[in-house]
T-cell receptor, first 114, second 114 residues
Framework: DTGVSQDPRHKITKRGQNVTFRCDPISEHNRLYWYRQTLGQGPEFLTYFQNEAQLEKSRLLSDRFSAERPKGSFSTLEIQRTEQGDSAMYLC????????????FGPGTRLTVL | KQEVTQIPAALSVPEGENLVLNCSFADSAIYNLQWFRQDPGKGLTSLLLIQSSQREQTSGRLNASLDKSSGRSTLYIAASQPGDSATYLCATSTIYNQGGKLIFGQGTELSVKP
């Protein structure tokens, strides 16, 4: 197991289009997190799952954002009707709750909205 | 509401120097605290995690300390090398969500000059 993977690594889209990102966590990890990072800032929490259950969603997340983790394994993050302000790095992390709780991050998906 | 602050925002040192990066947090009810490294355009690499009951953790040339009463953590890097150049981020989770979402500081950009 080589760690958390994310696909695609880069996405360029036009304003108003929908985009979907995928995250594959470390296989035995039961928690999966999504964060967003803009240039010069620390990552900002979006949402997280424990197994299939979405336990928390940021109040900053508009209704255009939705995330799923249907079988408690991989997760998808969808952004509908993208806006230029959505341009950012989207980071996924996973952890094993009840063990070390260390969050391990993937390489991120860089989204550019034109 | 948890807030995490890192000072300074940027630091430049000559190779071989020992250095300390600072992190402060507003709410002492933390579950754990993590230090990460981020290279430009990349994801985050976990360096050290300190549980709320611990005072410090060490890994190689890195030593992280935690003082909940003062709301501070420090990351000590011994004998710095050019390869240590990166942005260093600290992040906390709180007891309210038992190690769920991380709240990040804005990071300290470290440059180690040969």
């Amino acid at each position: 197991d080589t760690g958390v993977s994310q696909d695609p690594r880069h996405k360029i889209t036009k304003r108003g289009q929908n985009v979907t990102f995928r995250c594959d966590p470390i296989s035995e990890h039961n928690r999966l997190y999504w964060y967003r990072q803009t240039l010069g800032q620390g990552p900002e929490f979006l949402t997280y799952f424990q197994n299939e259950a979405q336990l928390e969603k940021s109040r900053l997340l508009s209704d255009r954002f939705s995330a799923e983790r249907p079988k408690g394994s991989f997760s998808t993050l969808e952004i509908q009707r993208t806006e230029q302000g959505d341009s950012a790095m989207y980071l996924c992390a996973s952890s094993l709750y009840g063990s070390t709780d260390t969050q391990y991050f993937g390489p991120g998906t860089r989204l550019t909205v034109l | 509401k948890q807030e995490v602050t890192q000072i300074p925002a940027a630091l430049s040192v000559p190779e071989g120097e020992n250095l300390v990066l600072n992190c402060s947090f507003a709410d002492s009810a933390i579950y754990n605290l993590q230090w990460f490294r981020q290279d430009p355009g990349k994801g985050l690499t976990s360096l050290l995690l300190i549980q709320s009951s611990q005072r410090e953790q060490t890994s190689g040339r890195l030593n992280a300390s935690l003082d909940k009463s003062s709301g501070r953590s420090t990351l000590y890097i011994a004998a710095s090398q050019p390869g240590d150049s990166a942005t260093y981020l600290c992040a906390t989770s709180t007891i309210y969500n038992q190690g769920g979402k991380l709240i990040f500081g804005q990071g300290t950009e470290l440059s180690v000059k040969p």
